[in-house]
């Protein structure tokens, strides 16, 4: 097989003109609140865990956790805030993972790197019982 020479393409950055600006449009439909706080995700297969909820909306959430159920799980997603004494305040959602991140990033001089899922909210639901601190891993 004989080999082509390839072509001069020196003149391709010399030529290029800088690109017009071009306004980006927010799509979401929800607004989104961008606080991070620790919720606990309730899944039938892996059981209850801790995670970092992140880009809160009326639609949905980002949660960082250490592993990523399949897409299209229902999880359920427990927010709870502790007041005095005893008593808590908890709002329970249903919702479907809907998309996976893996985020990779640098730390100091060492690499590091995370796990986070996308889920839709389905529903909001009754917390009834307070989650057995024994049940989360």
Known sequence: MKRRALPDLSHV?????????????????HTRFDKAFLVVIGSELYGDS?????????????????????LGTVVTVHFQ????????????????????HYLNFAGGDEAASSRAIGLRFLEFVDGGEPIDPERIQ
């Not at 290029?16 to 071009?22: A, E, I, K, N, Y």
Request: glycine fraction near 6%; aromatic fraction near 4%; hydrophobic fraction near 40%.
């Open 13 to 29: 950055l010399a030529d290029s003109r800088p690109l017009s600006s071009v306004a980006v449009i927010e799509k979401r439909i």
């Open 81 to 100: 805030h502790h007041r005095e004494g005893d008593d808590r305040d908890e709002i329970v959602a249903r919702a479907e993972v809907k998309h996976h």
């Open 50 to 70: 801790f995670a970092i909820a992140r880009n809160v909306s009326g639609g949905g959430i980002l949660v960082e956790m250490p592993y990523a159920p399949p």
